[in-house]
């Protein structure tokens, strides 16, 4: 076969490579509507609203609050099809249930619906539901229908922006026809949000889970927003068949997060964070959302509130503030260790074990050295409890617990998991908090340790 055909042969394989995971991935395709406007118009129209939304509404100020919304709002929108638009998202100060979308991505949420959400995910469902408005352009829709309807004559190249909200004297306010949808737009905006949920991986059912709480408030909170958003049948039945269309629910899903019950707490005016994101010393609780941490030997996930810091082959994996006295009070830390006794082996040993001796074996002797070698910075360490096997990345492992005198006062726990690796180090993790609160980290200790992949 010539050179050029062999090219162009495998040019079309690769092509009809790159093309298989769209076709499993059989998710329902949206068209939008007819619009004379262009997305980025969109924009332009989305900012000028917002320019006079910002100034009759009461904003929220508080930072943290704000960062945490735009923060689950952008890891939702970077999954939205269709036109990349700058979503901003903003909370409006006020009691009353309501969240809106103007065109080109600038969503509101008031700190009443905030307040009343029971889980991140059901937030992030109404949330992905606003992006789904945005995606499918429905506020400019709306507004070239009116537009056309009093201007039948008009074609693209005459409209602006200014023109179309001067002529339908367009203003912000609840009953702007840029925030009435009909149900179809509704059904749509659900479709958009059930896959954005989905690749973000929320689960998309909680989505209706959110309507129906809603619902449930007094009517007079939620008037506007379900004037807005008209109730539509067989909400829940269309998000479980899409789910289906893509393959069905997934693992792994994401949970709720205690970043957003310390933001309602400020919301409703919480001095300091409640007992229930943070510990006896302010540190925030870890997250429940997970991100990836990759060093030089091994990757692990960790609480994406904390914060990861390199000192030598020392790594800390902590909240801000965790360190008391110049010493980790709250966290995981990762080191190694070159045990040196007797009755261990390393690969580069001029001698072998014997036939009896067992790698588990190996790995107390190991494990015994390294406490010796601990105690002697910390004479008031102290072994608790029974060893307990296991393995991390398919490699035996050993976990002790030991307490030791924590710089918060009192007794700390400190749960060491060791492996022995190929090369005859000794890797070993600690998670550190105080004995009176360690339940309150035990899973997450536990859940950064089964995400350990070592690198060789």
Known sequence: MPTRAKSVLLLLVMISMLGLPVLAADRTSLKQGWNLFSTQQDVEMGRALAEEANSTLALVTDSYANTYLQALGTQLAVHAPGTKYPYQ????????????????????????????????????????????????????????????????????????????????????????????????????????????????????????????????????????????????????????????????????????????????????????????????????????????????????????????????????????????????????????FEPQGSGFFGQNSLNTPSAGTSDRTTLSKATDELLNFLRRSNPNMRVVGSEQRGRVDGEASMTIDLTNDSPTGGRETDWLVTVLRPDGLLYYFVGVAPQREFSRYESTFEQMIASVRFSN
């Open 89 to 336: 998202f903003k909370i409006v100060d006020d009691k009353t249930i309501n969240s809106f979308a103007l065109p080109g991505g600038i969503i509101y949420v008031t700190s009443g619906l905030i307040e009343a959400a029971p889980t991140e995910t059901q937030l992030a469902g109404v949330l992905a539901h606003q992006i789904g408005h945005v995606v499918m352009r429905h506020g400019t829709q709306q507004v070239s229908k009116a537009y056309s309807d009093e201007n039948p004559n008009a074609t693209r190249s005459r409209i602006t922006v200014g023109n179309a909200l001067s002529q339908l004297d367009i203003a912000f306010d609840s009953d702007s026809i840029v925030l009435k949808y009909s149900p179809e737009a509704e059904g749509q905006a659900d479709l958009i949000a059930t896959q954005i949920l989905y690749d973000a991986r929320f689960d998309p059912r909680q989505m209706t889970l959110a309507f129906q709480t809603l619902d449930k408030q007094p009517a007079s909170s939620t008037a506007d927003f379900f004037d807005n958003h008209p109730r539509i049948t067989n909400r829940a039945m269309r998000v479980r068949r899409e789910v289906q269309n893509m393959g069905g629910l997934q693992s792994n899903l994401r949970g709720d997060s205690p970043d957003l019950h310390k933001t309602q707490d400020r919301l409703r005016g919480g001095a300091t964070a409640s007992s229930s994101t943070s510990n006896s010393t302010g540190t925030d609780l870890p997250s429940t959302r997970m991100v990836s941490y990759q060093g030089r030997d091994f990757s692990m996930r960790y609480p994406s509130n904390w914060r990861v810091s390199e000192d030598g082959d020392v790594i800390t994996i902590a909240p801000s503030d965790s360190i008391v006295s110049g010493e980790l009070a709250y966290g995981m830390r990762f080191a190694t």
